[in-house]
């Protein structure tokens, strides 16, 4: 999609937006203004696929991303949604919003999950170079997007994946039909014969499609909601990973994201986080999230990778520095 790499903070909340308490402004840990992130809370929902979506999406303009030797991650190309803005069901606006102030963030309203940001290929590169796997993990793809992360994760052996966006529009017109993309049988290659150059059928059968609805959970709204809705859904789910990329460029969100990852990581588990030093417009980077996790003294922070071609960009774990109450 063809959105500009600018920032556009807009201070309008709108769409299931509730305004709680304003509460007195202290100054909080480390330049992190934690009433500010409490006023915005975009109502957390479950999503379930289409019962239309196989025939969708076998008709869908789709890519495919494949680095070192990881299985190759189909997605939907993102200009086919600005061409089709107007016909999606996109109760959100956030298409018509994105497309006519031609941007790639518009804060509380559209949170960029559209689009596929650097982060998520150098946390794919890195996993790739690390040869991990995740047999039997339960993974959250936290701020997925295009959901690349915990695709990838389901297809080295995840049991559980949650993807969760703040966006309802992205979940559902862009990470569960990449899920389903991703879910072509393994083995449907194996009964042609050499000389059929055809390509291959994509088959995707009704079975596999609910197999992989069983281990999969969909997820839209302002993480403080989100955290609330898995806390009653099972309020003893922790997370052995998360990846999340590209997702502390505001720092008024800090709070809600350490509070996610308090409550939702296992007790040894591991929080992947690719990012920027720095998102010029916005605020939010590497070093202030890092100072407001140490505030809080509950995580450990570790610098896995650094890759410095024009802006700094990072790949760091954090860990529980003593296991949670
Ligand atoms: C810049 S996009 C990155 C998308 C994707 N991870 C990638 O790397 O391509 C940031 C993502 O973080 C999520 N996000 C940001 N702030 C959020 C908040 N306060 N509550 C819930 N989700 C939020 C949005 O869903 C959005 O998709």
Request: aromatic share 10%; proline share 2%; charged share 25%.
């Amino acid at each position: 999609m063809a959105f500009s790499f600018n920032f556009n903070i807009s201070s309008e909340i709108k769409q299931n937006c509730t305004n709680e308490e304003d509460d007195n402004k202290d100054t909080a840990n480390n330049q992190v203004d934690e009433t500010s992130a409490r006023k915005k809370v975009k109502e957390a929902l479950e999503h379930r696929a289409a019962a239309d979506l196989l025939s969708s999406i076998d008709h869908a303009v789709t890519e495919t991303l494949t680095i070192g030797a990881l299985p190759p991650l189909l997605y939907l190309n993102e200009s086919v949604f600005e061409q089709t803005a107007s016909e999606r069901d996109d109760a959100e606006k956030v298409l018509s919003q994105t497309i006519t102030q031609n941007s790639d963030l518009i804060t509380g309203v559209y949170e960029g999950g559209l689009k596929i940001w650097e982060g998520t290929q150098d946390l794919l590169e890195y996993i790739d170079n690390e040869g991990k796997t995740f047999s039997g993990k339960r993974v959250l793809d936290l701020g997925c997007g295009a959901g690349l992360l915990g695709i990838l994760a389901l297809k080295r052996g995840a049991s559980k994946v949650h993807f969760q966006d703040y966006n309802s529009t992205v979940i559902e017109q862009l990470t569960i039909p990449n899920v389903f993309l991703n879910s072509v049988e393994e083995g449907d290659d194996k009964n042609r014969g050499d000389e059929d150059c055809s390509p291959a059928p994509k088959r995707r059968s009704t079975e596999k499609t609910h197999a992989l609805g069983d281990c999969c959970g969909f997820f839209s709204g302002d993480w403080v909601s989100f955290l609330s809705l898995i806390q009653s859904q099972d309020p003893t789910l922790r997370y052995d990973l998360i990846f999340t990329s590209e997702t502390i460029y505001n720092t008024d969100y800090y709070p809600s994201l350490h509070d996610v990852f308090q409550k939702l990581l296992a007790e040894h588990g591991v929080v992947y986080l690719a990012t920027k030093s720095h998102y010029f417009g916005v605020g939010g980077g590497l070093y202030l999230f890092e100072s407001f996790v140490e505030g809080k003294n509950v995580f450990q922070i570790k610098s896995l990778r650094e890759l410095d071609q024009g802006l700094k960009r990072h790949i760091v774990s954090l860990s529980f520095k003593k296991s949670p109450s």
